[in-house]
């Protein structure tokens, strides 16, 4: 049987003490969600990324994450000479729960951003439309911000499928791990081909 994993990624990334990293998660199909937000934010902090330099918001669906990525990433490059107070600015999309007071996070670009989502097919085409809107516009905000998006977005045939990739119940595995990895060796090239 195949390996459905990529070959082993670098092991070591020497600047990743200097990475800020964003996670935007949608709220749907939370139990995934959460596994795989912790998935990622573990992968980060074993990779030597801060936890201070880890921003993590939240938008209402997958639907969302286009706008919550874009948001997130022109709020961060603007935060350095502006008094906002949140990644997502002034005209905050966020309902309050997660958003940090700005001692507990620094400030600054991001150097990566990690998108999260759960779709899971139902019974009607809503599945098809927002899977394809979504993906397309996460690699849009990435090639036209030079900023890595990493395409955070179970697209789940059944509720098992999805956790099963999420990293919840037997052999299953995280795939928010996978995604914390990504982020740390796209942003650490990004850094250094600049
Ligand atoms: C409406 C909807 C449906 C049916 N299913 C999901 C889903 O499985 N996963 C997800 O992240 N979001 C879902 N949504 C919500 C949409 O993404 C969006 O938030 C709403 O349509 C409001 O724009």
Redesign the pocket.
Known sequence: MLEKRPAAAPTSFPLASTLRIGIVH?R??TECIDALVKGSVDSLLKSGVKKENIHIESV?????LPHGTSRMIAASQIQASSAATDLMGATSLLDGEDSKPESQTSSGPLDAIISI????K?STM??EY?SEACVHGLMRIGLDTNVPVILGVLTALTEEQAKQRSGIGANAHNHGEDWGTAAVEMASKTKGWA
């Open positions: 949608a749907w199909n209402p669906g997958s639907w969302e989502g759960v779709l899971i139902g809503h599945f927002i």
